[in-house]
């Protein structure tokens, strides 16, 4: 089986800088990715990597450490609208692939 | 109009009901899922699909079923709906390319509760 960790909530502010762990058991990988979900909507992708290194999207930045089993999302200047629920998940080691998706990280972002 | 519609968006309902909840998508995707959203428990999966005639069963498929009756579309069934059923339902879907990273994209989500 797959199990992903990730702190319940995180609480930062406006224009400062927050990082999000993930922590994965898994049988195979096939790498991590990050889904935003804010109150009431739908996740929407975020960002991936299959291998180890940080990659950068604007203001957001995930980083993977496959020897750890780790990644994290670091979201830089926080905004108001930055306050959400964030999600890692992994994919499965069978040729199925589906996500497999963390409990996720509440952000909240104070002025 | 939305890539990922589902139908419908709110749905109040008793006990031992049958339910269908629909998911259909304009992207041209062959892979389509159901999750269920549980407060503190993150999306889990339900049923996915790779393609018309390719039905897989999730991490909590009991007590559901699926149909893909096209490509676009992917529905969800509660034979006899019971209370611990009530939660948050979301359709993705998701291209095929190789083994690169394809992200799933969500539609709005369907809202059941189950009296």
């Known amino acids: 089986g797959q199990s992903l960790e990730q702190p319940s909530e995180v609480t930062a502010v406006e224009g400062a800088i927050v990082q999000i762990n993930c922590t994965y058991q898994?049988?195979?990988?096939?790498?991590l990715s990050w889904y935003q979900q804010h109150d009431g909507g739908a996740p929407t992708f975020l960002s991936y990597n299959a291998l180890d290194g940080l990659e950068e999207t604007g203001r957001f930045s995930s980083f993977l450490s496959r020897s750890d089993s780790y990644g994290y999302l670091l979201l830089q200047e926080l905004q108001m609208k930055d306050s959400a629920s964030y999600f890692c998940a992994v994919r499965e080691p069978t040729g199925r692939r589906a996500l497999t998706f963390g409990s996720g990280t509440r952000l909240q972002v104070q002025p | 109009d939305a890539d990922v519609t589902q139908t419908p968006r709110n749905r109040i309902t008793k006990t031992g009901k049958r339910i269908m909840l629909e998911c259909s998508q304009t992207?041209?995707?062959?892979?389509m899922y159901w999750y269920r959203q549980d407060p503190g428990l993150g999306l889990r999966l339900i049923y996915y699909?790779?393609?018309?005639?390719?039905?897989n069963k999730g991490e909590i498929s009991d007590g559901y079923s699926v149909s893909r009756q096209a490509q676009a579309k992917f529905s969800l069934s509660l034979e006899s709906a019971i209370p611990n059923q009530t939660a948050l339902y979301f359709c993705?879907?998701?291209?095929?390319?190789?083994?690169?990273?394809?992200?799933?994209?969500f539609g709005d989500g369907t809202r059941l509760s189950i009296l």
């Open positions: 699909s790779f393609d018309v005639k390719d039905i």
């Open positions: 993705a879907t998701s291209g095929l390319r190789g083994d690169s990273n394809q992200p799933q994209h």
């Open positions: 898994t049988s195979g990988f096939y790498g």
């Open positions: 992207k041209g995707h062959d892979r």
